[in-house]
């Protein structure tokens, strides 16, 4: 267990819909990472964020957003979801946002889009 | 732009043989670079990672990469498989840049053990 939470586990939903992913970093983590992992396009880093900052961005496509809370929580959200948007999407945190710094993977969401 | 290859998205090795899955990287300046493994229906886990210093980098469950910057490959090996290390492994490659630390991932390599 590398203490990231992830929910839902599973997604299952409607092209054109809107749906919300949501990470608990470690305990005392700063920052967060999604990744996208899907067939086609391999493992992908998203978005990062740092102490409630916006710090790195990635292959995040503009129907996507993201935000962390005061309490370092974070949100992933995916809007007008097409069919290509099915994958599994991870959160990993770490303590600090230095490049040496080791990610934890929290167990991802698996999202559907019929 | 940084990137990695994997070579071989599948490997297949019998127990007790020794592992080896390819990673090469391409990167600008010197990288910093990453071994994940992923075990079925699970997030993925380090389990190692060069930065500076020593070039054989020793990590968790008896792997060990080294760090080849000649032939730019950072190749992950382990002298005696195990069932339970059939999982995906991920190199990945960090830019040294401050407000750059995002990984980018190479393809995988599904290793299966034979028994």
């Known amino acids: 267990d590398s203490g990231v939470t992830q929910t839902p586990k599973h997604l299952i939903t409607a092209t054109g819909q809107r749906v919300t992913l949501r990470c608990s970093p470690r305990?005392?983590?700063?920052?967060v990472y999604w990744y996208q992992q899907s067939l086609d396009q391999g493992l992908q880093f998203l978005i990062q964020y740092y102490n409630g900052e916006e710090r790195a961005k990635g292959n995040i496509l503009e129907r996507f957003s993201a935000q962390q809370f005061p309490d370092l929580h974070s949100e992933l959200n995916l809007s007008s979801l097409e069919l290509g948007d099915s994958a599994l999407y991870f959160c990993a945190s770490s303590d600090q946002t230095g490049v040496t710094d080791t990610q934890y993977f929290g167990p991802g969401t698996r999202l559907t889009v019929l | 732009a940084q990137s990695v290859t994997q070579l071989g998205s599948h490997v297949s090795v019998s127990e007790g043989a020794l592992v080896l899955l390819r990673c090469n990287y391409s990167s600008s300046v010197p990288p910093y670079l990453f071994w994940y493994v992923q075990y079925p229906n699970q997030g993925l886990q380090l389990l190692l990672k060069?930065?500076?210093?020593?070039?054989l980098v020793k990590g968790i469950n008896g792997f060990e990469a080294e760090f080849k910057k000649s032939e730019t490959s950072f190749h992950l090996t382990k002298p005696s498989a195990h069932m339970s290390d059939a999982a995906e492994y991920f190199c990945?490659?960090?830019?040294?840049?401050?407000?750059?630390?995002?990984?980018?991932f190479g393809t995988g390599t599904r290793l299966t053990i034979i028994p």
């Open positions: 060069y930065t500076t210093g020593a070039t």
């Open positions: 305990s005392g983590d700063l920052s």
């Open positions: 990945a490659v960090s830019d040294i840049f401050f407000g750059n630390e995002k990984l980018t």
